[in-house]
T-cell receptor, first 118, second 115 residues
Framework: NAGVMQNPRHLVRRRGQEARLRCSPM?????VYWYRQLPEEGLKFMVYLQKENIIDESGMPKERFSAEFPKEGPSILRIQQVVRGDSAAYFC????????????????FGEGSWLTVV | DQQVKQNSPSLSVQEGRISILNCDYT??????FLWYKKYPAEGPTFLISISSIKDKNEDGRFTVFLNKSAKHLSLHIVPSQPGDSAVYFC??????????????FGKGTHLIIQP
């Protein structure tokens, strides 16, 4: 996990508030992935970003969720008007290149941000 | 529709013995497979990976076996140690998509190493 930094580690929000989760990838990594883990579930892919571009957001809920990875600064996962069902662990991961097969790259995860909606 | 399945939610193994964790997948386009280990309240840690051009990859106490025809892979840990107690996730990728969809994860197997 060394190198992928996520903050905050824990975040409590009331229903209807906004949650912002930040992720700084490992040094030299320009590919960022966000995953969500609900209780008793595996990790579910949400979005894949490269610098300033969203490559694939097929796992993102259609409303209230957005992600960005600006030229400068961390990647941000933003959840507007949070509801109790958004309570989960959100993991960011990074890789130096797109995932490839033979000799492929590995993506490395941060320690996660635990969102609790009350 | 779960494309990566870990059918054993938990597994208990005696210290010093072999732990075998299993994973099945349904998407024939997957060609790169990884195992991650996760402790509570921490992020997943990469353990070992295997490409579809191989059927075995070994790293210390960890060996991953891939049976493409059966769409099955397994992680062997030998000898098992108390620090191996954790949740293990199997993950798969279709490299032709170049990262789109990221990795597809199973739901995990909680490995408990008993003294």
């Amino acid at each position: 996990n060394a190198g992928v930094m996520q903050n905050p580690r824990h975040l409590v929000r009331r229903r209807g508030q906004e949650a912002r989760l930040r992720c700084s990838p490992m040094k030299g990594h320009s590919h960022v992935y966000w995953y969500r883990q609900l209780p008793e579930e595996g990790l579910k892919f949400m979005v894949y970003l490269q610098k300033e571009n969203i490559i694939d957001e097929s796992g993102m809920p259609k409303e209230r969720f957005s992600a960005e990875f600006p030229k400068e600064g961390p990647s941000i996962l933003r959840i507007q008007q949070v509801v109790r069902g958004d309570s989960a662990a959100y993991f960011c991961a990074s890789s130096p290149n797109p995932l490839r097969g033979a000799g492929g790259n590995t993506i490395y995860f941060g320690e996660g941000s635990w969102l609790t909606v009350v | 529709d779960q494309q990566v399945k870990q059918n054993s939610p938990s597994l208990s193994v005696q210290e010093g013995r072999i732990s075998i964790l299993n994973c099945d997948y349904t998407n024939s386009m997957f060609d790169y497979f990884l195992w991650y280990k996760k402790y509570p309240a921490e992020g997943p840690t990469f353990l070992i990976s295997i490409s579809s051009i191989k059927d075995k990859n070994e790293d210390g106490r960890f060996t991953v076996f891939l049976n493409k025809s059966a769409k099955h892979l397994s992680l062997h840990i030998v000898p098992s140690q108390p620090g191996d107690s954790a949740v293990y996730f199997c993950a798969a990728s279709d490299s032709l998509r170049g990262g789109a969809d990221g990795l597809t994860f199973g739901k995990g197997t909680h490995l408990i190493i008993q003294p």
